[in-house]
């Protein structure tokens, strides 16, 4: 008998085994595949959160800043209003005193020959070059010699009251420009009919005569 069927029989039987153990890691792939997949997914979603963790802790970090610097700002501006003669708080205040150092001289409503009738505002005698700020904020609606008022800047608020500043040796500030309270507008000098270095304040409301600073500046909270 020829030994050919038995060959036949055991190459068949090979091939059997040999298709068998291929097809095992076939089905097997994909479980794995899926497995792999939902690592992946994990993984990418734990990434987004740590970012967005990140991008939180950024905002914070320049929130805590800007709060820090306003913080800040704030003091500096509640000492410079300190220096001015306004001790409240700073986001409420509405005038200053012009000048940080100074003497009240000669007040509202003297005669004499000095003038040429009533004194119209209030001297504050102060050394020459010390800075003169706005007692209030407003618009600057003139700068320019003025006959005895000497070099003047005057300040119009909203409510159309203007604020005369006179005798200036010099002056920061030009016609149109909006200034703050308690921003400098020049400095003290003795021109124009002057005895020495000194400021003379008025305060005109609604641009008409004028009115006793002290007066005013007490109404708004502030008193030399």
Same mark, same amino acid.
């Given at each position: 008998?020829s030994?050919?069927?038995?060959?036949?029989?055991?190459?068949? #039987?090979?091939?059997a085994?040999?298709?068998? @153990? &291929? %097809?095992v890691?076939?089905?097997?792939? !994909? =479980?794995?595949?899926?497995?792999?997949g939902a690592q992946?997914?994990?993984?990418?979603?734990a990434?987004?959160?740590?970012?967005?963790?990140?991008?939180?802790?950024?905002?914070?970090?320049t929130?805590?800043?800007r709060?820090?610097?306003?913080?800040? #700002?704030?003091?500096?501006?509640?000492?410079? @209003? &300190? %220096?001015y003669?306004?001790?409240?708080? !700073? =986001?409420?205040v509405?005038?200053?005193?012009?000048?940080a150092?100074?003497?009240?001289?000669?007040g509202?409503g003297?005669?004499?020959?000095?003038?040429?009738?009533?004194?119209?505002?209030?001297?504050?005698?102060?050394?020459?070059?010390?800075?003169?700020?706005?007692?209030?904020a407003?618009?600057?609606?003139e700068v320019?010699?003025?006959g005895?008022?000497?070099?003047?800047?005057?300040?119009?608020?909203?409510?159309?009251t203007?604020?005369?500043?006179?005798?200036?040796?010099e002056?920061?500030?030009?016609?149109?420009?909006?200034?703050?309270?308690?921003?400098?507008?020049?400095?003290?000098?003795?021109?124009?009919?002057?005895?020495?270095?000194?400021?003379?304040?008025?305060v005109?409301?609604?641009?008409?005569?004028?009115?006793?600073?002290?007066?005013?500046?007490?109404?708004?909270?502030?008193?030399p």
């Amino acid at each position: 008998m020829s030994s050919l069927p038995r060959r036949v029989g055991i190459v068949f #039987a090979v091939v059997a085994a040999t298709v068998c @153990l &291929a %097809a095992v890691p076939a089905e097997a792939a !994909p =479980e794995t595949s899926v497995r792999q997949g939902a690592q992946a997914e994990a993984l990418e979603q734990a990434i987004a959160v740590q970012e967005q963790l990140r991008e939180r802790q950024r905002t914070l970090m320049t929130l805590n800043r800007r709060a820090d610097a306003r913080d800040r #700002a704030l003091l500096g501006r509640k000492a410079v @209003l &300190a %220096a001015y003669g306004y001790h409240g708080d !700073p =986001e409420r205040v509405r005038a200053v005193l012009p000048l940080a150092s100074y003497r009240v001289s000669a007040g509202y409503g003297l005669t004499g020959p000095l003038w040429e009738a009533e004194h119209g505002g209030q001297d504050f005698s102060a050394s020459s070059g010390e800075p003169i700020v706005a007692i209030a904020a407003g618009t600057v609606t003139e700068v320019a010699y003025a006959g005895p008022y000497g070099l003047r800047t005057i300040v119009t608020l909203p409510d159309g009251t203007e604020v005369w500043y006179c005798h200036q040796a010099e002056t920061s500030v030009y016609a149109g420009q909006v200034v703050d309270v308690a921003e400098q507008i020049g400095t003290v000098g003795s021109t124009g009919n002057s005895t020495g270095p000194h400021l003379h304040l008025e305060v005109r409301p609604g641009a008409g005569g004028p009115t006793d600073p002290l007066a005013w500046l007490s109404a708004e909270g502030v008193t030399p």
